[in-house]
């Protein structure tokens, strides 16, 4: 068999003592390799280089876990190596980069799915003992965790795709069945740890899990998605953490402690920055049709401008700042988005962008769709660094954002969204608003932006809108 050869060429030169030591030597310099990447991405100039180390990190621990002694059958790992890679890279290349949210969703899925089925095997297999309770703990977060995580992970793909509603899937009494499933699965978790011989009830434990994962995503709204994606991230952390625990592994709880743990922070940042709290988002089904949603009076009129007008402003300002929404996303217009910048700096004028932390469909993806069209780094700035320098400037360009740019959020108590901190593009001297229509945002309410005196809409598709522009720019120019 092909690992009987691998194995002798490796002893040829070393002892099992020597290969037990390089792999928890190649686990170490894993660990501390993921450490660094995860770190190197707290920065878009330096994300690149922290991916690169983590799948340095990664390829390290999967080339040491091959000559682990416990491995039987490297033909069947190798067969799914290939397959995998092979799935892996033509799902990446056929992937726009705005379906990413939806890749991201699968990856999760994939995952999280791998994880339980590896505590499922491990029990079926006869390795939990009747007095064996440390590792049923860790089986059963595994297999708990992951198959929540897939369930929900492919009712969030199924949202941002389109092939489930995106808004909440609400139905009477669902609060009260998802916190009696809580119940169950904590109840069957802990007799589990009690009598880990139970089988039939660890196969119930992990079914009661895949159907609280459907349960558990579908009355979220597609708006709450950025923070559940993040949510979902760390449960799929935490399941390879305890797989980790439960194989032994170490390089596994490192990296799903820190999968885990970073994917909480995030969405505890992301819940903050929508003045909201995780149980909200959880539980609130937010998005839904709202009953007296715009029973305040919004005061002033729609001013609607042509794209040779709004490009004649533009042509006159000093500074500018782009305000980026899933808008953006839907119609592709971040390379267009890229050439009416390079223009305006061409022109002199000072070009920022402002990203919202809840923009788009996942946590940084109005970053990607910029990084992806070139758009230079040091021209993102975040809400916090660049919020007070609305005030100052010339233009401000809303390209198809609504909730986050909505004033409601600030002077309208009785608002859903009131208290969630917004970009203060109402602020700016004027305001050029992309859109399609006037259809309200994911929150179902009316933008008030829309009617202030400063605001100007240019309807229609952004891609098309933003290359009229820089054709009106040019003709100003000849």
């Known amino acids: 068999m092909i690992e009987n050869y691998v194995r002798k060429i490796f002893t040829a030169f070393a002892g099992d003592e020597e290969i037990r ?14 450490i660094l990447g995860l770190k190197f991405l707290n920065s878009p100039r330096t994300a690149r280089r922290g991916m690169f180390l983590a799948e340095a990190g990664m390829a390290l621990a999967v080339i040491a876990t091959l000559l682990d002694h416990e491995v039987v059958s490297l033909e069947w790992i190798l067969l799914g190596l290939f397959l995998g890679s092979v799935a892996g890279y033509i799902i990446a290349m056929l992937t726009p980069m705005t379906a990413m949210p939806q890749r991201t969703a699968l ?17 079926y297999t006869g390795h ?11 089986l059963g977060f595994e297999v708990l965790l992951g198959a929540l995580t897939f369930t929900g992970s492919m009712v969030a793909f199924g949202k ?15 609060n009260f069945i998802n916190i009696t499933t809580i119940f169950a699965l904590v109840a069957s978790f802990g007799y589990l740890i009690y009598r880990p011989d139970a089988a039939t009830l660890f196969y119930v434990l992990a079914a009661i899990a895949l159907v609280f994962g459907v349960s558990l995503v579908l009355p979220i709204g597609a708006a709450d998605m950025p923070v559940v994606m993040s949510l979902l991230n760390a449960y799929a952390g935490l399941a390879g953490s305890a797989t980790g625990f439960a194989l ?16 909480v922070i995030l969405s505890i940042i992301m819940t903050k920055a929508m003045n909201r709290s995780l149980t909200n988002v959880l539980f609130g089904g937010f998005g839904a049709p709202i009953a007296d949603a715009g029973t305040r009076e919004v005061k002033g009129t729609i001013k609607s401008q042509s794209a040779e007008e709004a490009a004649a402003i533009l042509d006159v300002a000093d500074s500018v700042i782009f305000v980026p929404g899933y808008g953006m996303a839907v119609s592709q217009a ?3 988005c890229k050439k009416l910048v390079d223009y305006l700096i061409k022109k002199g004028k000072n070009v ?13 993806h109005m970053n990607v769709l910029l990084a992806e069209a070139g758009v230079d780094y040091d021209l993102l700035y975040d809400m916090d660094a660049i919020n007070d320098d609305f005030a100052t400037t010339d233009v401000s360009i809303v390209i198809g954002a609504n909730d986050v ?4 959020a600030k002077e309208d108590k009785s608002s859903p969204i009131y208290g969630m901190p917004i970009l203060n593009v109402d602020a700016s001297r004027t305001v050029i608003v992309l859109k399609r229509s006037m259809n309200p945002g994911f929150s179902g309410i009316e933008n008030e932006l829309f009617y202030k005196d400063n605001c100007i809409m240019v309807f229609g598709d952004a891609k098309k809108t933003l290359e009229e522009f820089v054709s009106a720019l040019q003709e100003l120019d000849a």
């Open 21 to 34: 030591l390089a792999i928890g030597a190649s686990y170490l310099i894993a660990s501390v390799l993921f």
């Open 107 to 123: 990856s999760h899925a994939f995952g999280a799915l791998a994880a339980a089925l590896v505590g499922v095997t491990k029990y």
């Open 128 to 138: 939990v003992k009747p007095d064996d309770h440390g590792l049923m703990i860790a």
């Open 160 to 174: 941002l795709q389109g092939l489930l509603p995106g808004a909440p899937i609400q139905y009477k009494g669902q």
């Open 248 to 263: 032994n592994n170490n390089v596994l709880i490192i990296a799903g402690a820190l999968d885990g743990a970073s994917g």
């Open 334 to 336: 971040q390379h267009s």
């Open 352 to 364: 920022r962008f402002a990203i919202h932390p809840v923009a788009g469909r996942m946590p940084g």
């Open 405 to 408: 740019v909505n004033p409601a």
